[in-house]
């Protein structure tokens, strides 16, 4: 039976991790509740958004220049495949220590007005060990436009082999500029593995 992991996270990465997990059986887009953050302003700042020994995973981060006033959502979670199955999917063995790999970046929709909302999900494989190891993974997502940044969020969370869907849902101002955003996304861990990924959307009226 697939287990969800929710785990209480030490301090590392120089932030604050915080943690949680969630059924993905709802969607994001229709579901207001999921938007508790606001963007940071043109110069920056943190917001957390999510609840703190709640059931959803939180997310840290900001919106900056053009998305500044947007709203990030709370970290959707979900665990597809067990560790067992993961590992005969990447004929694993445990002698290639412990390995993050991305299996897709995906943003849904991929056409969009602004105010609207952008769902960001990342599905990635963790190969652990041992049965019952745990690895601490920073997931980011950065969003850019015209080679800028402008919204970037991570999330730190503990997690057990397998495959694992995380999304977070961000809401454009409704003055978001026109074009294609890029969102790159990565999976790391201290002093460890790390994967990347990358997708894109695009802003029209």
């Known amino acids: 039976m697939r ?17 949680g997990c969630a059924d993905t059986g709802q969607v ?3 579901n207001p509740n999921t938007a508790v953050g606001m963007g940071a302003g043109a110069l920056g700042g943190a917001v957390v958004g999510g609840l703190l020994g709640g059931t959803r995973g ?9 998305l500044a006033g947007g709203v990030i959502g709370n ?16 004929a694993y ?6 390995r993050l ?3 897709a970046v995906r943003a849904n929709p991929a056409v969009l007005s602004p105010g609207e909302t952008v769902n960001v999900n990342l599905t990635y494989a963790v190969l652990t060990t041992s049965a019952d190891q745990q690895v601490l993974v920073r997931e980011t997502r950065d969003i850019q436009v015209n080679g800028a940044s402008v919204g970037k969020t991570h999330i730190d969370i503990a997690r057990e082999g397998g495959t694992w ?3 977070v849902p961000v809401t454009l101002p409704a003055n978001a500029p026109m074009g294609k955003y890029r969102v790159i996304a990565s999976v790391e861990m201290a002093g460890g593995s790390r994967d990347t990924g990358e ?7």
Do not use: N
């Open 3 to 19: 287990k969800m992991l929710c785990a209480a996270v030490t301090l590392v990465f120089l932030s604050t991790l915080l943690h």
């Open 28 to 30: 994001i887009r229709d």
């Open 58 to 66: 939180a997310v840290v981060g900001g919106l900056l220049g053009g």
């Open 75 to 90: 970290h959707i979670d979900q665990q597809e495949k067990s560790r067992a199955q993961t590992s005969r999917d990447y």
């Open 93 to 98: 063995a445990p002698s290639q220590g412990i």
């Open 101 to 103: 790999r991305v299996e």
């Open 165 to 167: 869907k995380s999304t």
């Open 199 to 205: 997708a894109s959307f695009k802003v029209q009226q």
